[in-house]
């Protein structure tokens, strides 16, 4: 089984990426704006997206200051009326890893483990993860990403406030 990779180079160092993905309003700022996050930055936490009807719970299961994190999906709905199963994503996981690129850049090694050709949401999730690591990408470059936005969002935060807040 080949499961979801895609790396791609960011403008931005690994300790803004790192932000970007282990705090809410970074999360926020690239991902979606809908969701239950009260800290991003503990193994063992919980974090939960919304996508209008679809959701995706995932456990924080390892982090490594500025080069690792993993999540693994303990509960999913994937609201497409033709899927038999929508819940696919329960027990995938979810992998960025950082690597500094020079000249201030990352390399983002993206994986999600399990999320396979044969999966009937495969196309769906794998258009939607080139979209939104594309809003991450943007999102650490310039402080504006492109996450999904409910009628009603939290408001978001500029990169630099939220990488001011995890640097040491």
Known sequence: MHHYQQSLVLEATPA?????????????????????????????????????????????EQLVAGREVHWLCTA?????????????????????????????????????IGLVPEFEC??????????????LQLYTATGTGTPYRPAEAHPAVPIEQVAERTTP
């Not at 769906?124 to 809003?135: D, E, K, V």
Request: with cysteine; proline share 2%.
């Open 16 to 60: 803004t990426v790192y932000a970007a993905l282990t705090t809410p309003a970074g999360l926020r700022g690239w991902w979606t704006q809908d969701s239950d996050v009260d800290t991003a930055s503990n193994v063992g936490s919980e974090l939960r997206f919304r996508f209008g009807p679809h959701y995706m719970h995932m456990r924080i």
């Open 76 to 112: 999913a709905h994937t609201d497409i009326e033709h899927f038999t199963r929508k819940d696919e994503w329960v027990g995938t996981q979810i992998v960025f890893r950082l690597a500094a690129a020079g000249d201030g850049q990352t390399r983002l090694d993206f994986e999600h």
């Open 122 to 135: 495969y196309d769906l999730c794998r258009n939607g993860w080139q979209n939104f690591l594309t809003s």
